[in-house]
């Protein structure tokens, strides 16, 4: 009911304020699984230019990369510029034309004749433009036409519908759409498989958890080669006090040496005077 409300609400805004209307994001009703890696579904602008008298009128759909600080798409005589995917490094250097199609009728959609899915298809069609819908068109040397080329993925991209009237010049435009973003192969959060999705504080503690583990494991490995070392250098000293005993014990010339040299070494040794 909520939301019934508040389509019927933003549609009562749309048709007040036509000339400040952005390109919305297809209604999630329609399409799931919008914006893909490469592809963007927009709904068409349905009564969104005042005047439905202009039969022979033209929509231009342009797309920008939000990187882009270049905006511009019609020349100083409002013509259209004719500016491709290719041209403009797929938007990031300038918007580029997306799609062309008629005004679209300003009237209420017929979904109830949506019977079978050739039907849906044909309505999607009518209702919603799917931006990267070509993946041929820009390894294809010969064509030299619109590309509506796949997007890029992870990047926020912006639209906007210009008018254009019978003598090629734009007659109305809308506003550029609130920025879009591709979905990212490494999306965390679409692929969690954790039940019911890790929320942010979660995540802080997990990842405080996992720095307190590590720190642990790095004291207890600096404690393990501490005892071990240790252990090595008391083995040394056993061993060469246990050698040097056995020296003395098994060679009376040895000991002998070492007791005059000791003995010598007390003549040496200044006594004090009495
Ligand atoms: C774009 O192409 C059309 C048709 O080829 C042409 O009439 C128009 O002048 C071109 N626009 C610009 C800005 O050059
Ligand atoms: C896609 O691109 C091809 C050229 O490679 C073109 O012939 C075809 O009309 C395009 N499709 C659409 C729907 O624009
Ligand atoms: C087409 O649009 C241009 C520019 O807004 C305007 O000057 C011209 O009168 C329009 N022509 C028609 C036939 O509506």
């Known amino acids: 009911m909520t939301l019934l409300l508040s389509l019927l609400f933003f549609g009562l805004v749309d048709r007040l304020y036509t000339a400040q209307v ?8 329609l399409i799931t699984n919008n914006p ?3 592809t ?35 020349d100083d005589n409002s013509v259209p510029l004719n500016s491709t995917f290719q041209k403009t490094n797929g938007g990031r250097l300038a918007p580029y034309k997306v799609a ?4 679209p009728n ?8 949506a019977q079978d899915l050739a039907q849906i298809a044909n309505i999607l069609d009518k209702y919603l433009v799917r931006i990267g819908d070509n993946v041929t068109c820009l390894t294809d040397p010969n064509y030299l036409g619109i590309c509506n080329s796949p997007l890029s993925e992870g990047t926020s991209y912006r639209f906007r519908y210009i008018l254009v009237n019978s003598t090629g010049k734009m007659a109305d435009q809308t506003l550029w759409s ?11 959060s679409r692929i969690d498989t954790w039940p019911g999705r890790r929320s942010g504080g979660m995540i802080v503690i997990a990842s405080i958890l996992s720095v307190l583990v590590f720190f642990l494991l790095v004291a207890f490995a600096a404690a393990v080669l501490t005892s071990m070392m240790g252990e090595s250098t008391s ?6 006090y246990e050698s040097r005993i056995s020296q003395q014990a098994s060679s ?6 070492l007791r005059g040299s000791s003995l010598e070494r007390e003549r040496y040794v200044p006594k004090p005077q009495a």
Do not use: W
């Open 178 to 188: 609130d920025s879009i973003t591709t979905r990212a192969v490494k999306d965390m």
């Open 36 to 38: 893909t890696l490469t």
């Open 106 to 113: 300003c009237k209420s959609p017929a979904f109830d004749s």
């Open 252 to 257: 009376e010339t040895y000991s002998g040496v």
């Open 100 to 103: 062309s199609f008629g005004l």
């Open 40 to 74: 963007i579904a927009l709904e068409k602008p349905f009564c969104v230019f005042g005047s439905d008298s202009c039969s022979s009128c033209d929509v231009y759909l342009y797309g920008v990369d939000v990187a882009s600080s270049n905006l511009v798409v019609v």
């Open 22 to 29: 952005k390109p919305q994001i297809a209604n999630r009703l």
């Open 235 to 240: 083995d040394a000293n056993t061993a060469t």
